[in-house]
Protein backbone atom coordinates (compact mmCIF):
# COMPACT_ATOMS: atom_id res chain seq x y z
CA UNK A 1 0.00 0.00 0.00
CA UNK A 2 2.78 2.44 0.73
CA UNK A 3 4.04 2.73 -3.18
CA UNK A 4 0.67 2.98 -4.72
CA UNK A 5 -0.01 5.82 -2.00
CA UNK A 6 3.34 7.25 -3.14
CA UNK A 7 1.78 7.12 -6.39
CA UNK A 8 -1.12 8.38 -5.78
CA UNK A 9 -0.78 10.99 -8.25
CA UNK A 10 0.27 9.27 -11.52
CA UNK A 11 -3.27 7.17 -10.21
CA UNK A 12 -5.20 10.00 -10.43
CA UNK A 13 -4.20 11.30 -13.39
CA UNK A 14 -5.14 8.43 -14.79
CA UNK A 15 -8.26 8.91 -14.11
CA UNK A 16 -8.34 5.75 -11.52
CA UNK A 17 -9.27 5.40 -7.99
CA UNK A 18 -7.18 2.68 -5.49
CA UNK A 19 -8.57 0.93 -2.97
CA UNK A 20 -7.39 -1.44 -0.45
CA UNK A 21 -9.52 -4.50 0.57
CA UNK A 22 -8.56 -6.71 3.48
CA UNK A 23 -10.14 -9.78 5.16
CA UNK A 24 -9.33 -7.99 8.69
CA UNK A 25 -11.30 -6.67 11.32
CA UNK A 26 -12.22 -2.90 10.97
CA UNK A 27 -10.21 -2.14 14.02
CA UNK A 28 -6.96 -4.13 12.39
CA UNK A 29 -7.41 -2.35 9.25
CA UNK A 30 -7.71 1.06 10.78
CA UNK A 31 -4.27 0.54 12.84
CA UNK A 32 -2.44 -0.60 9.64
CA UNK A 33 -3.86 2.42 7.55
CA UNK A 34 -3.07 4.98 10.40
CA UNK A 35 -0.59 3.76 12.12
CA UNK A 36 2.06 1.70 9.97
CA UNK A 37 1.08 1.99 6.46
CA UNK A 38 0.23 5.66 7.35
CA UNK A 39 -1.70 5.91 4.17
CA UNK A 40 -4.75 7.69 3.50
CA UNK A 41 -5.50 4.56 0.42
CA UNK A 42 -9.05 3.56 1.87
CA UNK A 43 -9.09 0.43 2.85
CA UNK A 44 -12.50 -1.57 2.62
CA UNK A 45 -13.79 -4.33 4.52
CA UNK A 46 -14.32 -7.69 3.36
CA UNK A 47 -13.70 -9.19 7.42
CA UNK A 48 -16.39 -12.05 5.69
CA UNK A 49 -14.37 -12.70 2.74
CA UNK A 50 -17.18 -12.82 0.47
CA UNK A 51 -15.64 -10.63 -2.19
CA UNK A 52 -12.15 -12.68 -2.01
CA UNK A 53 -14.53 -15.64 -2.74
CA UNK A 54 -16.45 -14.12 -5.23
CA UNK A 55 -12.76 -12.99 -6.90
CA UNK A 56 -11.01 -16.54 -6.79
CA UNK A 57 -8.14 -14.99 -4.14
CA UNK A 58 -9.29 -16.40 -0.76
CA UNK A 59 -6.97 -19.39 -0.25
CA UNK A 60 -7.87 -22.46 1.84
CA UNK A 61 -6.53 -20.90 5.43
CA UNK A 62 -9.52 -18.22 4.70
CA UNK A 63 -7.04 -15.19 3.75
CA UNK A 64 -6.70 -13.37 0.22
CA UNK A 65 -4.23 -14.28 -1.38
CA UNK A 66 -2.39 -10.85 -2.46
CA UNK A 67 -3.46 -9.31 -5.67
CA UNK A 68 -4.37 -5.75 -7.57
CA UNK A 69 -7.39 -5.63 -9.81
CA UNK A 70 -7.21 -2.85 -12.18
CA UNK A 71 -11.42 -2.56 -13.07
CA UNK A 72 -13.22 -0.60 -16.31
CA UNK A 73 -15.52 2.04 -15.68
CA UNK A 74 -17.97 -0.81 -16.86
CA UNK A 75 -16.87 -3.02 -14.06
CA UNK A 76 -15.18 -5.21 -16.14
CA UNK A 77 -11.38 -6.67 -14.70
CA UNK A 78 -8.96 -5.58 -16.76
CA UNK A 79 -6.06 -6.59 -15.42
CA UNK A 80 -5.21 -9.15 -12.70
CA UNK A 81 -1.80 -8.83 -10.97
CA UNK A 82 -0.89 -11.32 -8.08
CA UNK A 83 1.71 -12.08 -5.53
CA UNK A 84 4.74 -10.37 -5.15
CA UNK A 85 4.35 -8.24 -8.29
CA UNK A 86 1.16 -6.56 -6.95
CA UNK A 87 2.85 -4.64 -4.49
CA UNK A 88 4.65 -2.55 -7.54
CA UNK A 89 2.07 -0.22 -8.55
CA UNK A 90 4.02 -0.02 -11.81
CA UNK A 91 1.77 -3.33 -13.84
CA UNK A 92 -1.91 -1.46 -12.31
CA UNK A 93 -0.55 2.13 -13.39
CA UNK A 94 0.31 1.13 -17.15
CA UNK A 95 -3.09 -0.59 -17.58
CA UNK A 96 -5.13 2.73 -15.98
CA UNK A 97 -2.81 4.61 -18.38
CA UNK A 98 -4.05 2.30 -21.13
CA UNK A 99 -7.87 2.72 -20.25
CA UNK A 100 -7.22 6.17 -20.17
CA UNK A 101 -6.33 6.47 -23.60
Known sequence: MKAY????????AA???????????L???????KEVL???VPI????????????????PAG????????????GAIEEIIEGGSAIDPTS???ACSRLKH
Not at 17 to 23: L, M
Not at 27 to 33: G, N, R, T
Not at 48 to 59: A, E, H, I, P, W
Open 5 to 12: QADIAKFE
Open 15 to 25: GAKVYGVSTDN
Open 27 to 33: PSQAHWQ
Open 38 to 40: KSE
Open 44 to 59: LSDFMRKTSGDYGVLN
Open 63 to 74: MANRTTFVINKD
Open 92 to 94: ALT
